[in-house]
């Protein structure tokens, strides 16, 4: 089991900037890929930015590309996602998410695990 537990989420100005980030604890977390999706009113959830378990490879939805950076750090156990330059169109709840197989986060949006989420809101 992997438990997963987000903080970080609040209000802030279009323009804006947060931090999130995702403390993991169970199983050998250096050996799971993470990733981060969001789910929006009346939407379905959405893959946001996934790091392989070396963190060599990250993967973002075009929709964040250049704006948004995920990052680990595997001695503290968290994975964070940096979101810059936001835009009322990113306001949702954010769910970090993980699972053995990268695969499973990019391609399928079907992680084994899932946090709690936690709120942004970015007012126009």
């Known amino acids: 089991q992997v438990q997963l537990v987000e903080s970080g989420g609040g209000l802030v100005q279009a323009g804006g900037s947060l931090r999130l980030s995702c403390a993991a604890s169970?199983?050998?977390?250096?050996?799971?890929?993470m990733g981060w999706f969001r789910q929006a009113p009346g939407k379905d959830r959405e893959f946001v930015a996934a790091?392989?378990?070396?963190?060599?490879?990250?993967y973002y939805t075009e929709f964040v590309k250049g704006r948004f950076t995920i990052s680990r750090d595997s001695a503290k156990n968290t994975v964070d996602l940096q979101m810059n330059r936001l835009k009322s169109e990113d306001t949702a709840v954010y769910y970090c998410?993980?699972?053995?197989?990268?695969?499973?986060?990019?391609?399928?949006?079907?992680?084994?695990?899932w946090g709690q989420g936690t709120q942004v809101t970015v007012s126009s």
């Open positions: 169970g199983r050998t977390f250096s050996r799971y890929a």
């Open positions: 998410a993980a699972d053995s197989d990268l695969s499973s986060i990019v391609v399928a949006g079907k992680p084994d695990y």
């Open positions: 790091i392989s378990w070396s963190g060599h490879n990250t």
